[in-house]
């Protein structure tokens, strides 16, 4: 069967906007505030003006490293209040370049939360959920809205202070999520010894990384290991697994035919391609990451 590449294409922001991108940075609005940021992939002419490219803060970055200093005035806070649909969140200038979310990861929220309320009403019984290297947690706040009983687990304290942070933000204090402080794949791994299963796994794993014991994880070496370890995470009637990779040499259909490989057999089908920011100045699409998604084939019904 000849695989179809998708785009998928992050455009239902109302606090976010890519604003405008070229000669390797972007513009972008989040909330009241204009960003300008690095952006490799943007080897173009802005479309914007000079002028144009006034903004709150600038991320300088230094040669080659994520790390990097931010230059603004005094109007901009520590942190401030975006929303996603009627989702509250709080954005802020990392360190490493970040503002506490990742705008277009979106395109995945709305299929998973229609996924986990169908399932809802058809059972008493929560979805379990894994998010790894979960960051921020917005994921996670989208998928224990949509009624998931969710573990998200990432290495770093910090992140998982923005996390709680941001629950408390979406008043969804109440929901079951549990923050764990963990290493990706030998969480995984101790969960399968445990013999949990889950509904759906949302895997967003970086290039490189450490587990809070100093455990490393390469996107390449580690892949095949975790997915392996997800597909016995897997329930009888599993929902999806969504895996995005940024900055990495590797194609999507790299991400295709792994997850294809490892949940081979199950009654669904996987999807690949790009994630892309939409630019408001002359509308190029700004590719962000590459991704492979399984979803639980739709019933008649739903198609
Ligand atoms: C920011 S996110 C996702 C990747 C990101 N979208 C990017 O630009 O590469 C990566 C998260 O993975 C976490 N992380 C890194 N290594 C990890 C590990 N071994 N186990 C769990 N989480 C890890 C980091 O703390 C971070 O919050």
Redesign the pocket.
Known sequence: MPMVPRLLIADDWSDYALLDSGNRRKLERAGPYRIIRPEPQALWPPGLSENDWRADAVFEAGEGEERGTWQHGPALPDSWVLHYGDLAFVARCTPFR?LGF?PEHAVHWRRIAAALSARRAETDQPPAVLN????SGLASLIAARAGARVTH????KK?IGYAVENQRQAGLEDRPIRWLV????RFAEREVRRGRHYEGIIL????Y???PKG?V?RFHEDLPRLLAACRQLLGTDPLFVIL?A??VQLSFLALHHALSHHLDGLDGAVESGEMVLPEESIGRLLPT?IFAAWHKKAEPDEA
């Open positions: 970040h990742f790894l290297f979960g960051y687990v990432d290495a770093s992140a963990d290493d990706a794949v967003d794993p970086p290039k990384g450490r587990g455990e994880w995005t940024y900055a990451a």
